[in-house]
């Protein structure tokens, strides 16, 4: 079981990249520095910071622009300030100490106001990769990542898109994500020969499209 390990996320997505089908499905990312973050804030108005390497939603931070100022959130904190330079010296105090990247932010579907995503488990069984879970993963009240072990709530995949996006046919999302992890699984293989048990981790915005955050080849 689980075979090669990869812990970092800045290898996985550039391996992604490389294939135009799925880098539309890929939130842009670069590597965390001063002038990334205000031009990456400018466009997309909030973003996510996260460690490259490590999982469980551990040091996840949220940055984003509102009105005049800046906000940072981790866990349930949330800290606003005045102009960029002040809330960038105090991102480098809040982050712990390892090498981070900046994703853009996406505006999750949600129910009753609290974002949800879904992990879609894939492992290779001999030679035949089997998907064996599609569970969607629902934030606990307050908090912006989904992670259970920050006390998320677990609902079946159908059950999570059907409730967070009711007009949208869910049957036909399952099918999307099924084939995208398919052929991403394909792309990894090829780049890192000896993988056999992959994590992915998608987030579907308001409007219902798919996003793939992260993917894991050592899944919880």
Avoid at 25 to 54: D, H, S
Avoid at 63 to 70: E, I, L, M, P
């Amino acid at each position: 079981m689980g075979g090669r390990q990869l812990a970092s996320k800045w290898l996985k997505t550039e391996a992604l990249l490389t294939d135009p089908e799925v880098a539309p499905y890929i939130p842009e990312t670069r590597a965390l520095n001063r002038a990334n973050m205000q031009q990456m804030l400018g466009v997309y108005g909030f973003v996510v910071v996260k460690p490259i390497v490590g999982g469980g939603g551990y040091g996840v931070i949220k940055v984003a622009r509102s009105g005049a100022g800046y906000s940072i959130t981790h866990s349930f904190k949330s800290s606003r300030y005045g102009t960029f330079h002040d809330m960038y010296n105090a991102l480098l105090r809040v982050k712990v100490k390892r090498k981070y990247l900046i994703q853009q932010g996406i505006h999750l579907a949600t129910i009753h106001g609290r974002p949800i995503d879904y992990r879609v488990k894939y492992v290779k069984n001999g030679d035949v990769w089997e998907f064996r879970a599609m569970v969607g993963r629902l934030a606990k009240q307050g908090l912006f990542v989904t992670n259970l072990c920050k006390g998320g709530n677990l609902l079946s995949c159908r059950e999570g898109l059907r409730r967070s996006l009711p007009r949208i046919r869910s049957a036909a999302k399952r099918n999307e994500m099924r084939s995208l992890t398919r052929k991403c699984t394909a792309i990894l293989e090829q780049h890192f020969p000896g993988i056999g048990e992959l994590g992915f981790d998608y987030g579907l915005d308001g409007s219902g499209k798919i996003w793939i955050f992260e993917v894991n080849t050592r899944p919880q």
